[in-house]
T-cell receptor, first 112, second 114 residues
Framework: SQTIHQWPATLVQPVGSPLSLECTVE??????LYWYRQAAGRGLQLLFY??????ISSEVPQNLSASRPQDRQFILSSKKLLLSDSGFYLC???????????FGSGTQLSVL | AQSVTQLGSHVSVSEGALVLLRCNYS??????LFWYVQYPNQGLQLLLK??????LVKGINGFEAEFKKSETSFHLTKPSAHMSDAAEYFC????????????FGKGTMLLVSP
């Protein structure tokens, strides 16, 4: 069966520090991968998606970047965090050419 | 382009009462529609989905939703609320192209009182 792992579960970082959130999927190959951010009262916002290694599409210009160094690994990064980067970050995957998303358990990021 | 509007950021019901969570969508292509549930500090789980088959879709935990094209709606219902249903619910839409970039609504928090 397929599983998705996302870590860490919680993270407190000072403004201006770097960020690296990692997501891996097991039990499938060539998944579509996604990073969403959930801010209070604003629902889920798609940040990045990837259909293959090294292929990243950005939905919203911002202080963050994403990379996909391996087929089942998706990384969300920032060189310098801003206060506005605080939120709940969710990684998700879907089978190739499928509309069904499977979510990780999320990372609560607090930038202070 | 797609968009989703969920009416009401919070809905309160008593245990045993009918649950109705409203979702209206906008889509320039035939839509696929979804309801997801999120329990505190967890990721989202798929409750049910509409993908152009039957307009009345049954999901997990006794929830169901009806696709009404004329009303551009996909409201979520459950005949009798249970305390364990308390969670945040998200409606989402995607195009039916087979490539899934879902657009989510802002969510509705369901509160269930004894």
């Amino acid at each position: 069966s397929q599983t998705i792992h996302q870590w860490p579960a919680t993270l407190v970082q000072p403004v201006g520090s770097p960020l690296s959130l990692e997501c891996t999927v097991e039990g499938t190959s060539n998944p579509n991968l996604y990073w969403y951010r959930q801010a209070a009262g604003r629902g889920l916002q798609l940040l990045f998606y990837s259909v293959g290694i090294g292929q990243i599409s950005s939905e919203v210009p911002q202080n963050l970047s994403a990379s996909r160094p391996q087929d089942r690994q998706f990384i969300l990064s920032s060189k310098k965090l801003l206060l506005s980067d605080s939120g709940f970050y969710l990684c998700a995957w879907s089978p190739y050419r499928s509309e069904k998303l499977f979510f990780g358990s999320g990372t609560q990021l607090s930038v202070l | 382009a797609q968009s989703v509007t969920q009416l009401g950021s919070h809905v309160s019901v008593s245990e045993g009462a009918l649950v109705l969570l409203r979702c209206n969508y906008s889509s320039s292509v035939p839509p696929y529609l979804f309801w997801y549930v999120q329990y505190p500090n967890q990721g989202l789980q798929l409750l049910l989905k509409y993908t152009s088959a039957a307009t009345l879709v049954k999901g997990i935990n006794g929830f169901e939703a009806e696709f009404k094209k004329s009303e551009t709606s996909f409201h979520l219902t459950k005949p009798s609320a249970h305390m364990s249903d308390a969670a945040e619910y998200f409606c989402a839409v995607s195009g039916s192209s087979g490539y899934s970039t879902l657009t989510f609504g802002k969510g509705t928090m369901l509160l269930v009182s004894p």
